[in-house]
Structure formats: C-alpha cells, structure tokens
C-alpha cells in the first residue's frame, strides 16, 4: 500500500481501534460531563458542575427561543437546484433550471449578510482529531510517534454558536488538548472568519476545551475512597486507568503529559500567560521524571518513539518557558541523568539533536542576557560577563555557519508522511531560527546598546515605556564610548528625537577598526567590551537576514492531504492561508525585527533618504531590510490568524514597517 493512497489511508485509521460512540448531545449550554477513566467500574461525579463554570461559553449561546434553525442556514442549501424551498411536484421537469435562472444570484447574495460565528471540531470523532493532528501541529511540534499513514483530507464538523445540541467532547485529556488548539484555526467553510465574534466563539470554545483537557487528567488521578475512605486511598496502591488508546503506539501514562505540553504552548501563544505556561510544563516535567523517560533505555518497545517524543519535547517546553520569560530554568539543563535517546526521524536522522542543541543555545545566551542585565545593574565586574560573551560566541559561530549549508527544498505545502520529511525541514527551520537568535541576544549590546524599539515590552528586549529604557546612564556611557570621539553626547541627544526614527539615533558612525567597544562604570575601572560595535553590528544583521530566511522555509499546514501549489488555503472558497502552529519560538521573531530596525535607523541617520545621494550599495542594504521586515511580518500575520497573543507581536512591527515601498 503506497503511502499517498488516500482511500486506504482512511481504512488504516478507521480500523486502527473501534470508533467511540457519540457523546450526548445538550439541550442545553454545553455542560461537560467528567472524562471518566475506569478502575474496575465508572467514577460517577458525586455533584454536578454549577452551570458558572461555563459561564464565558454560557454567555456566547443565545436563548433557546432565539436560536435561528440551521437547516435554513447551510449554504449548500442555497446553491443546491430549489436555494432550501421544500420540494415541490415535478410538475414542469424544467422548473429547476428556471428558478435557477430567476433567483439563484439574489439568493447568493442574501447568504454572506447572515453571520453566525462558527468553530472547528472533529465531533468527538479521535481518529478526525488524529489526523487533524497530523496536519497541523505535528510539523512543528512533533510530540507523537510519526503517522502510520499519510494523513488525509481534513474532517472539519462547523459549530455554530447557535448549535447548543450539537456539542459532543472528545473522550480524553489529549484529544481535548489537541482541540482546543485546533478551534483556535478558522473553519474552512466559515465566510467571515476575522470578524470580532467569530474570532470571540473561538476563543470561547477553544478555553472550554482547554478547562476540560485540565479537569480531565485531574479525574483519572482522582481516588473515589479519598472522598468517602481516606485511609484506605493512602494504603491501596494506584490502580491502573483502563480505557481506549488515543493513539495506537502511545502508552495511556503518556497522555496527561503531552496533553500539559500542548496546553503550556496554547497558554503563551493564545493567552499570552506565561505564569501559566511555566506551570503546565512543570507539571509534565515532574510526570516525564517520575515515569524515568529521561533516563536511557535500551528495552526496544512498540512505545519507545513515543517515550522519547515526550521526554525531548517536554525538556524543549521547559527551556522555551525559561526563554520567553526571561527567567532561570527550574532544573540543570545538562544534568548528566538525562541520558534518554533522542527520537528518530527516517528522513533525516540529525534532525532531532540539531533541534535540541539549538533550544540548549538560546537558552545559554537568554541567561547570559539575564546575567549581564543583572551585573550591570548592581555595577559590578564584568570580567565574567565578558568572558561569557566570548565563549557563546565561539560556540555559535561554527553552529551557524554549518547551519547555512543545509539544504531545505521541500515542497512547502507538501503533506506529513511516515518519513517525516516535513518535519525535518521544519525542526532545522526553528533550530536555524533560534541559533541566529542566541547570537542576536549575545551581540545586541555592543552593537545597538540594548536601546528600546517596541512600545511593549516581548521577552528580554526593553520597551520605549521604561523609563531607564531611554535615559539609563550605563546606556549613555555605552553610547559615549562605543561611538567616534568627535561625537558627544549633546549632539547624540539633540538628533535622537528626529522624524523618522525608530530609537534615539545611532547617526555618529562607530569605528570600523576599533578593537574594543569601552563600558564604563564610576569609580571602578574602564572595562572593553570583546567586540566592537562595527563587528557585533556585522553579526546582528547577518543573523537576522538569515532567521527571516528561515522563516520563509517554514512549510504551511495542508489540509487536503495532497501536494498543492504554495500558498495552501484553509478551503476551496477562503482567502485565508493555513495558519502555521505551535509558535512557541515567536520571540525570535522580535530578535530579528529589533536588529533589522536598528540598522535601518543607523542606515538612514548617515545615508538620509532625503538627500537622494544614496549609492546601489545603500539602496541594496535597504532593499534586503525592507524583505526581511515584511518577512516577519508575513510570519506573524499568519501565526496571529489562529494565536491571538502574538497580534501583539504583529502590531509592533507593522507599525515600524513601511509597505507602502516594495521589497
């Protein structure tokens, strides 16, 4: 059987496992039952859930006697021969064309003015889910063994939000994970899928989804005799959960933990909580640990892949947590007991350990932001710092460079296979992403004096809000000492707030062949810096060229199942492109944007664009600025049609981009 044969592609997924019957559909707001999880008999809650907990999905519903009826709804209903009128006798064999001709065109046009919100679910159905999985978060967050078959075309059920008895749940914590990430990406049949209240109900449901994943792998650790016999819970040992596998080759134990891992990425990406993420992942972590998948194994099992997914993917989650708050790991991340293997991926066997070794390189440069930040608050020595920035520095460097000799030419809209080939081209995208951004983080400061770009504060970078982000006096002897001799602070200050600028200015050229870049702090001695401006400047801009490339390499969702031409549509009748997944490595989006901004404002305070005088090297310069700046913003555009958080992210650098020049 080839593996891009779709009709057996969806008999291999349907008789993997018997199909879970439907669950009840409600009469009224949808009022979850407990995901039950069988010890011998079903755990039976002793009291019903208030109807406020659903309060938020609750209040999206209308009233039942407002409900509109969706039958007379259903486009297809309106494009069929008779728009949706009760069939009449076939009196006149011809009366269907006629009517056609009639009224069909003013009956198309009637349809767009009547906007229900509508989400994405899979109706309960787990094989749906899986297969949606596959699309849409597996090739960037490959927690899962690879597929068994091709996936096939998406199985999307639209709910509207008037369909109150028509919610059915998905059966288990890592379905409803899975879901809830899943109704964050727009219905393909959904003719208005930006406006306010679309964008509200999936929001709604997809939070509902998430509670739900939370309270279930609370039930299946629950102990009916905690309730009524407290001593006789403590002295039984813990039975074991019966219930149907939601994927064939991962271990029921394994679920609660990747279930906590996607939910700490939808807890950034889609809530912008970071107290929350931190503690989703430190819940799976404790779980990963406690069932030893980070120690090695040489027992060959048909679970190994999956213990090995879930144990480097919850170390990445847990690192990535540390990252984009800006904050110490809560464990040694080169303890020597983490000996697990890494997992395998037939089309391209380094991919996983490149991946992991680039995670463990921004991490190393985040705490050395963390570290110098922190030196030079309290003005103490620096000597370490220094030696630290010398050191990421030759760690990096070859890392890149044998980065920008990989090959990625897949097909960016080609479908996940058993190979896996998708998800290599994506895990070297995102670790060529993230080792330019470490080196970004470890040259910033030399090269742009760490001065705020963004009215928000994302990740390390400063925002123009702060007050020591403008007038921080480390940062004005930085300036002073980084700069030419002839320049002085005065003229630094008076040309900081011209038209135009992203930053107070960088218009006094640095020294091409200084050595050093001084760093004062009174009364101790004058420090150096190991780079010069010019030469940090130099990385910085490489760096972030090459991560907008990457961003660019990154494949697209595909829902069809089959390859298509670049872009991929969420369907047949929408304009909008498949939103990329699991974003969790946003921030190196901002790495990237802040460097292009400051060479831009550096490029235009010595090359005006006013004066015209501008030679093909400048105007090349700009051009390559221009691409990645809308690069970015092209990458954030689409991850923010699916994760809202990162519209923020999207803001900033639509506000410092001109498109109106061309690129």
């Known amino acids: 059987?080839?593996?891009?044969?779709?009709?057996?592609?969806?008999?291999?997924?349907?008789?993997?496992?018997?199909?879970?019957?439907?669950?009840?559909?409600?009469?009224?707001?949808?009022?979850?039952?407990?995901?039950?999880?069988?010890?011998?008999?079903?755990?039976?809650?002793?009291?019903?859930?208030?109807?406020?907990?659903?309060?938020?999905?609750?209040?999206?519903?209308?009233?039942?006697?407002?409900?509109?009826?969706?039958?007379?709804?259903?486009?297809?209903?309106?494009?069929?021969?008779?728009?949706?009128?009760?069939?009449?006798?076939?009196?006149?064999?011809?009366?269907?064309?006629?009517?056609?001709?009639?009224?069909?065109?003013?009956?198309?046009?009637?349809?767009?003015?009547?906007?229900?919100?509508?989400?994405?679910?899979?109706?309960?159905?787990?094989?749906?889910?899986?297969?949606?999985?596959?699309?849409?978060?597996?090739?960037?967050?490959?927690?899962?063994?690879?597929?068994?078959?091709?996936?096939?075309?998406?199985?999307?059920?639209?709910?509207?939000?008037?369909?109150?008895?028509?919610?059915?749940?998905?059966?288990?914590?890592?379905?409803?994970?899975?879901?809830?990430?899943?109704?964050?990406?727009?219905?393909?049949?959904?003719?208005?899928?930006?406006?306010?209240?679309?964008?509200?109900?999936?929001?709604?449901?997809?939070?509902?989804?998430?509670?739900?994943?939370l309270e279930s792998i609370e039930t299946e650790t629950e102990r009916p005799e905690s309730s009524v016999e407290p001593p006789k819970a403590l002295d039984d040992s813990d039975d074991e959960v019966f219930r149907e596998k939601f994927h064939s080759q991962v271990p029921l134990e394994l679920e609660s933990i990747i279930a906590l891992d996607l939910l700490s990425v939808y807890e950034y990406a889609q809530r912008g909580n970071l107290k929350k993420m931190r503690a989703r992942v430190g819940a799976a972590l404790m779980s990963a640990m406690s069932l030893m998948l980070h120690t090695r194994n040489d027992v060959e099992d048909e679970y190994t892949e999956a213990r090995r997914r879930t144990w480097w993917m919850t170390y990445i989650c847990v690192c990535q947590g540390s990252i984009v708050s800006n904050t110490p790991p809560t464990f040694e991340v080169f303890a020597s007991s983490f000996t697990a293997k890494y997992p395998t991926i037939k089309a391209d066997p380094e991919a996983w350990p490149l991946f992991v070794q680039a995670q463990q390189a921004i991490l190393a440069a985040t705490q050395f932001v963390i570290e110098f930040n922190k030196a030079r608050k309290e003005q103490s020595d620096m000597t370490r710092i220094f030696n630290r920035m010398r050191e990421l520095e030759r760690l990096l460097e070859p890392l890149i460079t044998k980065s920008e000799t990989w090959v990625l030419n897949c097909p960016l809209t080609q479908p996940v296979d058993k190979r896996e080939t998708v998800l290599s081209q994506s895990l070297r995208c995102i670790s060529r992403i993230k080792l330019n951004s470490a080196r970004i983080k470890v040259h910033r400061y030399c090269a742009f004096f760490d001065l705020a770009v963004f009215s928000a504060k994302h990740c390390d970078l400063k925002s123009t809000r702060e007050k020591e982000a403008v007038d921080s006096p480390d940062i004005m002897q930085l300036q002073a000492c980084c700069t030419t001799v002839g320049s002085t602070p005065s003229t630094m200050s008076s040309s900081s707030h011209s038209a135009g600028s992203v930053s107070p200015t960088l218009s006094s050229r640095s020294t091409p062949n200084a050595d050093c870049c001084g760093f004062n702090y009174q009364p101790g001695p004058v420090l150096t810096f190991p780079f010069s401006t010019h030469h940090s400047s130099k990385i910085c801009l490489k760096s972030a060229l090459n991560i907008a490339q990457a961003f660019d390499s990154l494949p697209y969702p595909n829902p069809t199942g089959l390859l298509c031409d670049t872009p991929c549509y969420l369907g047949p009748s929408s304009a909008l492109i498949t939103p990329r997944t699991m974003p969790s490595f946003a921030c190196c989006a901002m790495q990237c944007s802040y460097a292009l901004l400051m060479v831009k404002d550096r490029t235009e305070s010595m090359y005006p664009t006013s004066t015209g005088e501008a030679g093909p090297l400048v105007d090349n310069l700009r051009d390559r600025l221009q691409q990645g700046l809308v690069s970015i913003l092209v990458t954030l555009e689409n991850y923010a049609t699916a994760f809202e958080a990162l519209g923020g992210m999207r803001d900033q650098i639509r506000d410092k981009v001109d498109l109106a020049l061309g690129f």
């Open 1 to 213: 059987m080839s593996e891009g044969d779709g009709t057996n592609g969806v008999q291999r997924l349907t008789t993997q496992a018997p199909q879970p019957q439907p669950r009840k559909k409600f009469a009224i707001p949808p009022v979850k039952n407990a995901c039950l999880s069988w010890r011998g008999g079903p755990r039976i809650r002793k009291k019903s859930r208030p109807l406020s907990d659903y309060q938020d999905l609750a209040i999206s519903l209308p009233n039942q006697q407002e409900e509109i009826h969706q039958d007379s709804l259903l486009i297809e209903s309106y494009i069929e021969p008779g728009a949706g009128l009760k069939p009449l006798a076939d009196i006149w064999r011809d009366s269907d064309a006629i009517y056609d001709n009639l009224f069909q065109d003013a009956m198309v046009d009637a349809v767009p003015h009547i906007k229900i919100p509508m989400v994405r679910t899979y109706g309960g159905n787990d094989r749906a889910i899986l297969n949606a999985y596959y699309i849409w978060i597996h090739p960037y967050f490959p927690i899962l063994p690879p597929p068994e078959t091709a996936p096939v075309l998406d199985q999307v059920t639209p709910l509207l939000e008037t369909q109150r008895d028509k919610f059915e749940e998905p059966s288990s914590a890592i379905s409803l994970a899975i879901s809830a990430i899943l109704a964050l990406i727009p219905c393909p049949q959904d003719p208005n899928p930006l406006e306010p209240d679309s964008v509200r109900w999936r929001r709604t449901y997809s939070q509902f989804l998430a509670k739900a994943a």
